[in-house]
């Protein structure tokens, strides 16, 4: 069993969202109503990635997790504070 970290690309959206779609609709810890759309988490992946990186996991060529960083709020008062999620 071999694991690779490596850069998230749109092309794993899918992937990362069938991970998840489950947290969103089904516990309360995730900020959102609803799961995102492919395109906006596709959207989220390219943005964010300008300045953060978004990781996955891969073992054996499956991906199995990932973990990314955003900024914490973007209001004037937190600029520069970071969010970082597993």
């Known amino acids: ?12 959206a899918l992937k990362m969202l069938a991970i998840y779609a489950p947290v969103v609709r ?10 995102p759309s492919q395109t906006e988490f596709e959207g989220r992946i390219n943005n964010y990635q300008q300045q953060m990186p978004w990781l996955v996991c891969e073992i054996n060529g499956e991906l199995l997790g990932y973990a990314y960083a955003t900024p914490y709020r973007t209001r004037a008062l937190r600029s520069g504070f970071l969010l970082l999620r597993i």
């Open 1 to 12: 069993m071999k694991a690779v970290i490596r850069l998230a690309n749109e092309s794993d």
């Open 26 to 35: 089904e516990t309360a810890i995730s900020f959102e109503i609803e799961p």
